[in-house]
C-alpha cells in the first residue's frame, strides 16, 4: 500500500509542476525571485525527481488488495475515464474552478497509480519492454543515482521555496490561498518526492539493482 501511495505522489508531483511550467497550476504561476529560466529549471529537476521515484516505489510491491472482478489495472483505466469525463461535464455547465479541479484531479493520480502499480499486467508486450529497460538502466546505475541524488536535493529546496512562497503570499499579499487545499496538497506532494528521493538515493537503491 506504501508504494502505491508513493506513486500517486510522484504523479501528482510531476503534473502539479507541468502545470507550474505552463504557469496554469492553482490558476497562478508561482514565481522565485530567481530568473524565469532558473525557476522553470529548478521545477525540471523536481519533474525528474519524480519520473525517478516511480521505479523504486513499485518495487515496494503490489498493493495487498483482493481483485474484485477485475485486474487493478482495469480500475485505474476506470477513475482516469471518470476524471476526463467529470472535466467535461463541468466544462459544458461552465463549472469549472480550480479548487474544484484539485479535487477531480485526484481520479486521475489515483487511476495512474493504479495502472503504473500493475503495470506488467496490463500487456505482455509491456513487460517485455519494462524488462529490457530495467536491464538497461541497471547498467547505468551509479549515473542514475548520482542524477537522482542531485535531483531530489535540488526538489528539496524547491519545495521549501514553495512553502516560503505561500507564505509571502498569504502574510504579505494578503493572497488567502496557503489553507486551501490545492496549496496544501501541492505542497505535501512535493515534500514527499523530494524526501523520498533522497531515501532512494542514501539507500543506493540503484546500484542495488545491479
Not at 507541468?18 to 514565481?31: A, D, F, K, R, T
Not at 524565469?36 to 529537476?45: D, W
Request: with cysteine; hydrophobic share 60%.
Amino acid at each position: 500500500m506504501l508504494g502505491l501511495m508513493l506513486i500517486s505522489s510522484s504523479i501528482a508531483s510531476l503534473i502539479s509542476t507541468l502545470g507550474i511550467l505552463w504557469g496554469s497550476c492553482l490558476n497562478m504561476p508561482i514565481q522565485f525571485h530567481e530568473t524565469c529560466f532558473v525557476s522553470k529549471l529548478l521545477f525540471v529537476f523536481v519533474a525528474l525527481t519524480s519520473l525517478l521515484n516511480l521505479s523504486p516505489a513499485k518495487t515496494l510491491g503490489r498493493i495487498e488488495i483482493r481483485r474484485v472482478l477485475f485486474h487493478h489495472y482495469v480500475y485505474g483505466f476506470m477513475l482516469i475515464l471518470l476524471y476526463f469525463t467529470s472535466v467535461m461535464l463541468l466544462l459544458v455547465m461552465q463549472l469549472w474552478v480550480w479548487e474544484g479541479q484539485t479535487y477531480i484531479i485526484l481520479l486521475l493520480y489515483w487511476g495512474a497509480a493504479l495502472i503504473i502499480d500493475d503495470i506488467y499486467d496490463v500487456s505482455p508486450r509491456i513487460a517485455v519492454l519494462l524488462d529490457a529497460f530495467a536491464r538497461r538502466a541497471r547498467r547505468l546505475g551509479s549515473l542514475i543515482l548520482i542524477v537522482h541524488a542531485i535531483s531530489s536535493l535540488i526538489s528539496v529546496y524547491v519545495a521549501f521555496r514553495v512553502l516560503v512562497w505561500h507564505l509571502e503570499n498569504t502574510f504579505l499579499l494578503g493572497i488567502n490561498s496557503f489553507l486551501s487545499f490545492a496549496c496544501i496538497f501541492l505542497m505535501a506532494n512535493l515534500f514527499i518526492t523530494a524526501f523520498y528521493g533522497l531515501e532512494i538515493a542514501k539507500s543506493r537503491a540503484w546500484l542495488a539493482a545491479n
